[in-house]
């Protein structure tokens, strides 16, 4: 089985517990006409093919929104600056990289308790080589989908499926495959 098949079983599953599964416990609340006016941090974990990552983010407050008419959906564009750690499993090398990200995202606010967002953007690895793979460049873009959902006016929860590669820059481009579990923290 390949990894792109390991990785769609663990988002199915991780969709299927965050939208009927937590919601529920965790009673997804709706959230104020001024969600997004202020910054956030986030705590996201991740798990890919032989490796973990650990990334603090720190979130824009909205940098542009609309407000769709009648049901309180809305679209938002906000940044997202973070660092992250990635530590590979076993004997693979080298097992530790640094990893700092800019990433512009695209959030649809709907039913005013759920979302979903995207993102593309630029980030550079501390080196060019992890767990056995060669990158070969420390810039690489990340491109980012995720869904999520409001705990309360301050909290969200999310799952996100991240990829980065160079776009064919340079040679090889074997690229890194993430599924994410995010917690926000709205100040």
């Known amino acids: 089985m390949n990894h ?6 663990h988002m199915a ?12 416990v965790a009673g997804a609340q709706p959230v104020s006409e001024s969600v997004y006016d202020s910054p956030a941090v986030s705590l996201r974990l991740g798990v890919g093919e032989h490796y973990q990552r650990a990334e603090l983010a720190w ?4 940098f542009w ?11 938002d564009l906000l940044g997202e600056l973070g660092v992250a750690y990635w530590h590979a499993d076993g004997s693979r ?10 990433i512009p995202m695209l959030r649809w606010t709907f039913d005013n308790r759920y979302y979903i967002e995207a993102g593309i953007g630029a980030t ?28 309360s006016p301050h909290s ?23 599924l994410q ?3 926000t923290y709205q100040y």
Do not use: C
């Open 4 to 9: 792109f098949n390991v990785i769609n079983r």
């Open 13 to 24: 599953a991780g969709l299927t517990v965050l939208f009927t599964g937590l919601a529920p």
């Open 59 to 62: 979130e824009s407050p909205s």
């Open 65 to 75: 929104t609309y407000r769709f008419s009648g049901n309180g959906s809305r679209l």
């Open 93 to 102: 090398r080298p097992r530790d990289v640094w990893q700092f990200s800019a």
């Open 124 to 151: 550079v690895f501390s080196s060019t080589r992890f767990a056995n793979k060669n990158i070969s460049t420390a810039f690489q873009f990340g491109d980012h989908i995720g869904v999520g959902m409001h705990l």
């Open 156 to 178: 969200r929860l999310s799952l996100r499926y991240s990829h980065y590669s160079n776009a064919g820059i340079k040679r090889p481009n074997p690229g890194l495959n993430l």
């Open 181 to 183: 579990l995010t917690y």
